[in-house]
């Protein structure tokens, strides 16, 4: 236990608890001896204050040196139950003391914790007091043992918890007064901490006195102690209980009132006092310094604080009159703050702020604020200036900052041609900056800037019309969605000669202090115009250097593909011959026409296969199965490498999609595969090998290529041919870099391959050993979207009553196009040109569903019959059938609605496929 004033404080009430026992108060008769040990309330009162601990402490040392007088001169052994149960009152009542400082509960109720342990010592005495006594009697009734009563033991139980429960009472009553309180040095409590408290020091007084009252009159009115239960409910007992209870009860409300007042006037004095302290203490440490003027000319000064030390003067310059106000201020301010005082005061305008710079003692120049109050005497005129004056220079120096900072972002704005904007939601206004307008060659004067809604003139119709929707929605868009993290959005304006602007918008929507968007968003525009023609430039450029690269590869393989194809004309050719001859049986003429059939649809699938490697054009993303894309390159290349050359695929990959665009890849696998074809002149193996692989962070990190983590495709091309050194792998991708003969190469090839796999989101790498082979490796990020694949076989019924209008110059195309459309139920009619189709179109335009137009004819191309056409009848559906179109004509047709395209040679499915989604599309 810490040795503290807590533990000098309950010896000390201990031994006086002792002193005060001794001096008991007893009243001896023949058969009755009453005994008050009042000093055992010492202990009490510390273990309800202190606690159990310290309780104990002090009652140990009271009861352990009065028990040998309570054990032989009193009632012998029987006072070892008193002196017991008087420890347990400590231990117990400090014990649910420190209980309730805790946390809430029963024992809060101090009435109920004393009652109970009250009740227990009646109970206790009542059951141990005659075997006790027994053991060894006083020596005034050495019978008292065998002769006691049943009544007396009875009313002895019942003396002891009223005894204790008024003492218990008492000194409830007494801890919460904060005279007590003071001694223990403990801090005093207000009245709201002790109403409950009162109503116990009222009860407990009224019993105490209730009690001494019955006690004295059983004693001295009746004479025998064993009557106390018939005078406990006398009539005067009752009566004198509910005078004690009234007049405990308003002395308890009047000491209570008192201490009340003293508490609250003590509290107020020291508030008052910690508050001028605190005061003081804000003022000298802070740096606003409070100062007093008398009106005098130099401005004197009564009274200053003492942090005006901060400008490195004392308090004692200006109040020995060393130094006056007029004398710190800055020579160019003083005047106008003279002319404004004196505005102020003329008009009786007490209270006034300035803001004006003062020189401190060291030189250095400081911005104040400063805010007086004009005090006036009884007849109005002035006695004094109290004021404060405040350090601003820091903020001056950022409005300063903020000025240059603002016209420095206007230069910026002036010579960068960006036009800077202020949206204003709550009115519709957009304040734009002049460069806003110039960039479209307008003067600003010719559009209104007052404040009023304005955003449909200075923004929406400048927009050019086929970007206005787009624009001016995403804009809606981005402030409806609360408008979260940067407004960017690109779009072109009309120039005031009628050109296109290319503009890139950037904003933000600021925020209120509670992040809650607020109705102003700021934001710049852009003029990209110039890089807009860059990019599309560099696109053309980049395109034409693909396709001539494709153009170069397209030429290795067209030999070979020439030589198959002659092959598949040889067999229809044959077919055909012996078909004429007439003499085949029904077996044989069945199977001429198939051999015709395949043969034909080899050829086809060679063509179309070219055609798409060679056609131009933009990327075009989609998914698409790498794995059919490898196997279409293996079968083009069968038909044009090396025979001595066996190409083969392995693919073990599960997922094979990828977001792309299939020409370009097959362009890469193409060249891989005749480059790899050139390292093997003596022939070898070429081997495509698909494999998923999971790229983590860390490769991804030291990478050259821009990549992230996540699932790969590796699609490696290995080769068993002559290899290369280190010097020319290191050199492989440049432009231009090649190691064949002058005039046999370009050195594009890898290049592209290199450029396309960069725009497809993937990695090249290529690892080769002189005379063992070249294996390349191409990671290209997979993709779960699901590949459109063309529908095999769709059924078209319900087709009778239905015309269908075949414009082509060649026979063979009508005559099989109308064998195919008449066999699934459709009515046919031809045209050999575009001029024919136009004319027969015009005459029965109402018979005529569907129009199979071929782009490339004499007299009249496709591309003018359709918009022929469609100027009669613009709902025909019009399906485009070609060989080969130009990009340019189909992107054109595209916008205009043709409803699809038909690549010849076309088989009756395909035919059946288009007519069917056409028909699922038409109301």
Request: aromatic residues 10%; charged residues 20%.
């Amino acid at each position: 236990m810490k040795v503290d004033r807590k533990f000098w404080t309950a010896i000390i009430f201990g031994f006086v608890g002792l002193w005060v026992s001794g001096l008991r108060f007893d009243v001896i008769m023949e058969n009755t001896r009453i005994t008050l040990h009042w000093g055992f309330a010492l202990p009490l009162l510390v273990a309800l204050l202190y606690g159990a601990r310290y309780g104990l402490l002090s009652g140990l040392l009271g009861l352990g040196g009065f028990f040998p007088f309570l054990l032989w001169p009193g009632n012998g052994y029987a006072n070892i139950a008193s002196v017991v149960l008087y420890i347990l009152l400590y231990v117990y009542m400090g014990y649910f003391a420190e209980m309730r400082r805790r946390n809430p509960g029963w024992w809060n109720h101090i009435l109920l914790v004393s009652l109970l342990y009250a009740l227990c010592w009646g109970l206790c005495i009542y059951f141990t007091y005659p075997p006790l006594l027994a053991l060894n009697p006083p020596i005034w009734y050495p019978d008292a043992s065998t002769s006691i009563s049943q009544g007396a033991l009875k009313a002895i139980s019942t003396k002891g918890p009223i005894n204790i429960f008024a003492i218990i009472m008492a000194v409830v009553a007494l801890h919460k007064t904060n005279m007590v309180r003071r001694v223990f040095g403990l801090p005093p409590i207000s009245w709201a901490h002790r109403k409950g408290k009162t109503l116990a020091l009222c009860f407990g007084a009224g019993t105490l006195f209730w009690c001494i009252y019955v006690l004295c009159i059983s004693i001295f009115v009746t004479g025998t102690f064993p009557f106390i239960a018939n005078t406990l409910y006398s009539p005067d007992s009752v009566v004198a209980a509910l005078v004690f209870f009234v007049v405990s009860s308003i002395s308890a409300v009047i000491l209570m009132e008192y201490n009340e007042r003293q508490v609250k006037l003590h509290e107020l004095n020291t508030a008052t006092v910690q508050e001028l302290k605190q005061a003081h203490l804000v003022v000298e440490n802070s740096k606003v310094i409070s100062v007093t003027w008398r009106n005098e000319e130099g401005w004197p000064v009564s009274m200053v604080s003492g942090n005006i030390i901060q400008f490195g003067y004392s308090p004692d310059d200006f109040l020995s009159g060393r130094v006056q106000h007029a004398s710190i201020v800055h020579p160019d301010d003083l005047e106008q703050m003279n002319r404004e005082i004196e505005n102020y005061t003329s008009r009786n305008i007490d209270t006034y702020h300035q803001e004006y710079r003062i020189i401190g003692k060291d030189g250095s120049i400081h911005w104040i604020e400063d805010r007086t109050t004009v005090i006036r005497g009884s007849d109005g005129t002035i006695m004094e200036f109290q004021g404060i004056l405040l350090d601003i220079t820091e903020r001056k120096q950022a409005e300063f900052a903020l000025i240059n900072s603002e016209k420095r972002f206007r230069s910026i704005i002036s010579v960068s041609n960006t036009g800077a904007w202020e949206y204003h939601r709550d009115s519709n206004y957009l304040w734009c900056s002049p460069e806003y307008f110039t960039m479209l060659g307008y003067d600003p004067e010719e559009f209104s800037m007052d404040g009023s809604e304005n955003i449909k003139e200075v923004w929406v119709e400048l927009l050019h019309p086929d970007d206005r929707d787009r624009a001016s929605g995403h804009f809606a868009d981005y402030l409806s969605g609360g408008s979260q993290g940067m407004y960017e959005n690109y779009f072109r304006m009309i120039h005031k000669d009628g050109s296109d602007v290319w503009i890139w918008s950037r904003g933000q929507t600021l925020r209120n202090d509670d992040g809650t968007p607020s109705d102003l968003t700021v934001g710049t525009h852009i003029d990209m115009t110039q890089k807009h023609r860059d990019d599309e430039k560099q696109a053309k450029l980049t395109e034409e250097l693909h396709q001539s690269q494709k153009m170069d590869a397209v030429g290795q393989l067209a030999g070979g593909v020439a030589h198959d194809f002659n092959n598949a004309l040889g067999g229809i050719l044959g077919a055909a011959e012996l078909l004429k001859s007439g003499k085949n049986s029904p077996e044989k003429h069945d199977e001429l026409i198939d051999m015709i059939i395949t043969a034909a649809d080899r050829a086809g699938r060679l063509t179309k296969k070219l055609l798409t490697f060679s056609r131009t054009g933009a990327k075009v993303s989609s998914a698409v199965n790498c794995a059919h894309i490898v196997e279409e390159t293996v079968e083009l290349l069968r038909h044009t490498i090396d025979k001595s050359i066996t190409v083969s695929v392995e693919n073990s990959a599960l997922q094979t999609s990828v977001i792309g665009d299939d020409a370009l890849l097959q362009n890469v696998f193409v060249n891989l595969g005749i480059n790899a074809s050139h390292a093997m002149p003596e022939g070898g193996t070429l081997t495509f090998t698909l494999e998923n692989l999971i790229l983590d962070e860390e490769y991804c990190e030291v990478s050259p290529f821009d990549i992230t983590p996540g699932e790969y495709l590796d699609i490696s091309v290995s080769d068993t041919g002559c290899g290369m050194s280190s010097e020319v792998q290191a050199r492989i991708f440049e432009p231009f870099f090649t190691t064949k003969d002058s005039g046999k190469g370009t050195g594009l090839g890898l290049s592209a391959v290199f450029g396309t796999v960069q725009e497809h989101q993937g990695v090249v790498t290529v690892y080769s050993e002189v005379g063992t082979g070249t294996v390349f490796h191409i990671y290209l990020p997979v993709t779960g979207e699901t590949v459109r694949r063309t529908i095999e076989q769709k059924d078209l019924t319900d087709a009778s009553g239905q015309t269908v209008l075949v414009v082509d110059d060649e026979e063979l195309i009508r005559v099989v196009a109308t064998s195919h459309l008449r066999s699934i139920g459709y009515g046919v009619i031809c045209a050999t040109n575009g001029e024919e189709a136009v004319q027969t179109f015009r005459e029965a335009q109402h018979e005529i569903d569907v129009v199979i137009l071929d782009m490339i004819m004499p007299t009249m191309g496709g591309r003018e019959a359709f918009y022929k056409l469609r100027k009669i009848r613009p709902d025909i559906p019009i399906i485009i059938s070609s060989g080969f179109a130009k990009n340019e004509d189909m992107a054109e047709l595209k916008k205009q609605g043709v409803s699809g395209f038909l690549s010849k040679p076309f088989r009756k499915e395909e035919l059946v496929e288009i007519l069917v989604s056409i028909r699922g599309s038409r109301p």
